[in-house]
């Protein structure tokens, strides 16, 4: 009876993700989610024993998060990847739109690099445990004066332990085709530690991703790595300067790199 009910449901769950878009949609956004939850709770407690708290464990997250790429046949095309082919140390500051960003991170990111996130991951079971096990900054954005000591600390340790820090300016997820205003915390950190900033840029995802439409296709994603920005020399008061100039280059950079590929995808198609 156990048997029956069980092939009846997968059955179900089979018509459904074959018919319903909307269903499968969702299965492969849970997917992802399922995929690195579980990553955390089976290779963490052997992480912990064997290896200890580093920040070359992130790396190896990412490697075992790049398989996702091709269950959901995305593929990248990765432009200017000499720009992070620097032995110094930097901040890297990067557009976002959705959680599928982690895949985009995943496909280049450098040595010694790890990101800042929100304090709250910290306090989610195996994830916050593998994020603590890679050495990710936690932040408290409620508590700007822990954050700036945070942040200070975070520069003394940039320059004595050769980091690369991975930030997001926009400060929360953003699907919309113009980029929301920069956060300073990333700049004040590259100027306090001075250290370049690397802007990274991830073309749109609307071509083959749609939350509203509940759509999930294959589909290319470009990453423009653009030249480094000096900070050296600068101080504080140089942050706005710096803070609009770097989100006016990211701007222009993800609008030239998502046209390009709707360019692309109306060729191949006019082809097809």
Request: charged share 20%.
């Amino acid at each position: 009876m156990d048997l029956l009910l069980l092939t009846f449901i997968l059955f179900v769950i089979f018509l459904l993700y074959q018919w319903s878009m909307t269903f499968r949609f969702f299965c492969k956004l849970a997917f992802i989610s399922c995929w690195v939850l579980f990553l955390s709770a089976t290779i963490s407690p052997w992480v912990a024993v064997f290896i200890g708290q580093r920040v070359e464990n992130f790396k190896l997250l990412c490697f075992l998060i790049r398989p996702l790429k091709y269950i959901y046949n995305i593929t990248f095309t990765v432009q200017g990847s000499e720009n992070l082919n620097i032995k110094q140390s930097y901040v890297i500051v990067c557009n976002h739109q959705t959680n599928f960003d982690l895949l985009a991170m995943a496909e280049i990111l450098p040595e010694r690099c790890v990101p800042i996130t929100k304090k709250e991951l910290l306090y989610w079971g195996p994830l916050g445990f593998s994020g603590w096990l890679c050495n990710l900054v936690f932040i408290d954005r409620k508590k700007q004066h822990q954050a700036r000591d945070i942040l200070g600390h975070l520069a003394e340790r940039i320059q004595h332990e050769k980091l690369r820090i991975w930030v997001y300016p926009e400060g929360t997820r953003n699907r919309e085709d113009t980029m929301l205003p920069f956060k300073r915390g990333a700049f004040h950190l590259a100027i306090k530690a001075q250290v370049p900033i690397v802007p990274i840029v991830i073309s749109s995802y609307n071509d083959f991703y749609s939350f509203k439409n509940k759509r999930f296709d294959p589909g290319n994603i470009t990453i423009q790595i653009l030249p480094k920005i000096q900070t050296q020399g600068l101080d504080l008061q140089d942050i706005s300067g710096l803070v609009e100039s770097t989100r006016r280059l990211m701007q222009d950079t993800f609008n030239d790199i998502s046209g390009k590929i709707v360019q692309r995808k109306m060729r191949d198609n006019e082809c097809s």
